[in-house]
């Protein structure tokens, strides 16, 4: 009898712990939308009992662009319908999904790192988010008239090799430090309006060319889960140029020793860890001095030298020149 009532009472348990399957609608609560230029924009923060962060989309003239960014505190299953014929990519920075299509009755992993892209029409299906995992993602959707009025349907046999159908386990490719620069440039944009619609249209433009270029040439890209790894590390350093990261730190981020992460990057980059963050830091500095009036002292800041005097003197050390002198050659705007 206790047995039985033992084992009753787990199957309760089970049963409650078990996530539920649920709408990304039901998961949110709008904080923000505007209507700009015919461009509609919305911004939703996630429920505080499913996690922190946010999520948000840009829609107009046949495209969609969604951004996931966000910690889940339990695992969620989201319920997805696509009731009209679209073009779908998906970059994932960082986290993990299980995608279940109901058409395709495969269990498909998407991993951190990785980007897929997939013609979608009238087809049911979920994906699993997994718990205590960053997830950052941007998903992209291009219906018929975007797909038309760009001549993309022109691309040699475009729905039919990317229809489900064709779909296998090995669907998704590793994301590229091309890729990762553009889809940096779209978080980190801060466009309103007519711009803001002018901006995402070319950089989805930009993304689809070259995802069609890689996708074309699939079998070539390695699938090693320790290029992926590297590729994350790459991510790390140019997504946030403020944060001064250490070999160690960065190893154990994803989960590699100090050596490993040290030989294969520069195997696979060509730059040493530091070399890279270097270049990354005096190209985006560059950039601020030309374009922007902020003082040299908070351009500094943003690309993670914490003293002026050192930042200038890495400055110089690469450009062979000042801050203030590059400004002066450069700066368009004063």
Same mark, same amino acid.
């Given at each position: ?18 996530? /539920? ?81 109901? #058409? ?91 711009? #803001? ?17 890689? /996708? #074309? ?10 290029? #992926? ?106």
């Amino acid at each position: 009898m206790d047995k039985k009532r033992r084992k009753k009472n787990n199957e309760i348990t089970t049963n409650k712990t078990a996530p /539920q399957e649920q709408t990304l609608s039901s998961i949110l609560q709008l904080v923000n939308q505007q209507n700009q230029c015919g461009i509609i924009s919305k911004k939703f923060r996630l429920l505080n009992t499913i996690g922190e962060g946010y999520f948000e989309y840009h829609k107009f003239d046949g495209l969609y662009i969604g951004i996931f960014n966000a910690q889940l505190k339990q695992n969620v299953i989201v319920n997805e319908s696509y009731t009209k014929e679209v073009l779908e990519i998906s970059f994932l920075l960082e986290g993990e999904q299980i995608i279940n299509l109901t #058409k395709s009755q495969k269990d498909l992993v998407f991993e951190s790192q990785e980007s897929y892209i997939v013609y979608l029409t009238e087809t049911l299906g979920k994906i699993t988010y997994s718990k205590q995992k960053k997830l950052k993602e941007v998903k992209i959707r291009m219906d018929t008239s975007f797909i038309k009025r760009h001549y993309l349907d022109k691309v040699n046999n475009l729905y039919s090799t990317y229809t489900l159908e064709k779909i296998d386990t090995n669907f998704a490719i590793p994301l590229c430090n091309k890729k990762q620069e553009i889809i940096i440039a779209i978080l980190s944009d801060t466009r309103k309006g007519l711009l #803001k619609r002018l901006f995402l249209e070319a950089k989805v433009l930009e993304l689809m060319a070259i995802q069609l270029d890689t /996708q #074309k040439n699939k079998k070539t890209i390695p699938k090693d889960n320790l290029v #992926k790894k590297i590729y994350q590390v790459q991510f790390i350093i140019s997504s946030d140029l403020s944060v001064q990261h250490s070999i160690p730190q960065l190893a154990r981020q994803v989960g590699i020793n100090d050596y490993i992460l040290k030989k294969e990057f520069k195997r696979i980059f060509n730059q040493t860890v530091f070399e890279y963050a270097t270049s990354c830091r005096m190209k985006t500095a560059k950039k601020l001095l030309k374009d922007h009036k902020m003082p040299i002292y908070e351009i500094s800041e943003l690309v993670g030298f914490k003293n002026a005097t050192h930042f200038s003197a890495a400055f110089k050390k690469n450009t062979n020149t000042t801050p203030n002198k590059y400004r002066k050659e450069h700066n368009l705007i004063f």
